[in-house]
DNA sequence: TAAGTTAGTAGACGCATGTTTACTTCGTCA
DNA sequence: TGACGAAGTAAACATGCGTCTACTAACTTA
């Protein structure tokens, strides 16, 4: 009955690669041990030091690994504040949330990893955002966009996915979208 | 030189409620120690469990003291959006956040007390926020406002009080205050 | 087949946490 | 004044954490 997948290094790797993406998404980086991510991912908990140096460092190649906003920042620009929009009330609504916005979000207050998600938020979301818009304070727009959807992450762990009573997802699409616009507009 | 305050069960319970008050807001639920508290107010550490009971109930009554968004959501209904938008701006801007926003965010991942911030989150901004509006899909709309709130904080949180690139105040509220209108109207 | 490399393992290490216990000291009141 | 209750203290408790070390066993290669 014993698994037969032995000695697979890149294998392993990968295995509690995964499982570390899961579970800091799910529970924040100060709750994920290292331990219930060796038992996730049915490896040895040493293998993770030796593959990744140290948690701070696992998790940063979990935020590395996940693209930035895939499909949404991309495509026609008049539609943007639509796409985001979708994104954001997906998350809400859907059974799980984004790994990333979770993780961020569950994770912003540990002084340990405060720089590396302060990077990945810049980078991510914000930069590429600001990048998009034209004329003034571009920066502060994308800002604000940017706490709308960290804090639709906030919300979506604190209150599940009824945060919203549960109107239909086109009148929350449709209500983001002109918030979103109002943010993003010059 | 020794300070001769001693033997004062009332004194030093609210030394110890103020010290709980500052940490929380400023490193979040997990990262404040009993001893730390202990120190912070200068008391003995039993004291606190003596006094309080634990640190989820200590923390707690932290919460229960903060009022509720004093003096924004009173007034004239047609100023909500401003009133709301000069709070955000201002603890964004200011060289500290608000104890509430800030606790509530930066704690916001830990199982222990994720119903007592639940429970604060709704009495205290979506419910009377909801309450104020008419019209269709109240509680959408209060939550999407409330996911702004609580965003920023995060941010602030991150980036410091240089996150919106730090233009002029007027600039931040104005823009703000466009954006929780939209949040807000029917 | 023997030797060497390395994935995988068990367990301990040192430290920090929330909480509790046993004790001391102060203040008050009979 | 002496005794008693309560405020304050020091130290320990049990537990859980990230990390590391010494070891075993599987695969490769000569």
Redesign the pocket.
Known sequence: MEE??????E???QRILEAARRLFAELGY???????IAAEA??????????F??????FAEVLAMQGRFPGVLDGPQEELPRRLAEYVADRLLSDRGSPVMEALSRSSATPEIQGIIKDRVSSAIMEPLAGRLTGEDARLRASIATALITGSGTLRQLFGQDALDAPAREVVVERLARVFEVCLAP
């Open positions: 037969v997948r032995r000695r697979d290094r294998g392993t790797r100060d709750h994920v041990t290292m331990r219930l049915d490896a040895n908990i040493a293998l993770i030091n030796r593959y140096g140290a948690k701070r460092e696992l």
